[in-house]
């Protein structure tokens, strides 16, 4: 399967952004995640990239969305199938996950397939990594403006994952 071509920028008028602008408050964690976890998202399409192969049939489903897809299905606990719907039919998902309003879903079974490849290709750590990478900067930002050391703890890489959750919720949502 082919790595589709990413848009970064979709039309005005199927924005959920610009469409359905008062049904999400800025403190809303769709809204959150949109603005803060969709772009270091985008930001790992090239390593995403590298588990395809180019022109080699069809695209597939663009992974940056399946990345953030399992971000949300793991967060809000739901299995392969209702993750699937949740994409096509929660208004909120498609504003987190930048799509357009009247975009379609895909088959439960690709989130299935797009963890094989992340694991066959090692990078099943990699939303994990860029999230941390984010909160590192933020923290040691935040440390240099005021002249003290970091109060933030990140999870050591051995912790499970619903540490993680924990932590991503205090630290984002």
Not at 72 to 95: C, I, M, N, S, T
């Amino acid at each position: 399967m082919s790595l589709p071509k990413f848009e970064v920028q979709g039309s005005l008028f199927e924005s959920l952004e610009w469409a359905a602008a008062d049904l999400f408050d800025d403190k809303d964690k769709y809204k959150v995640f949109a603005r803060k976890i969709w772009p270091l998202l985008a930001s790992c399409r090239e390593e995403l990239a590298e588990c395809y192969e180019p022109e080699n049939g069809r695209p597939g489903i663009e992974p940056v969305v399946l990345l953030g897809v399992l971000i949300f299905q793991f967060l809000e606990r739901v299995p392969d199938r209702q993750a699937a719907e949740l994409v096509k039919y929660h208004l909120g998902w498609k504003l987190a996950l930048n799509l357009r309003l009247g975009a379609g879903g895909f088959h439960p079974t690709s989130l299935v397939h797009f963890r094989q490849r992340l694991v066959k290709a090692g990078k099943s750590d990699l939303a994990l990594r860029a999230v941390l990478r984010a909160l590192e900067q933020r923290s040691q930002s935040s440390s240099q403006k005021s002249g003290r050391w970091p109060s933030l703890s990140l999870p050591s890489s051995s912790s499970s994952a619903k540490a993680l959750a924990r932590f991503v919720r205090a630290n984002i949502f």
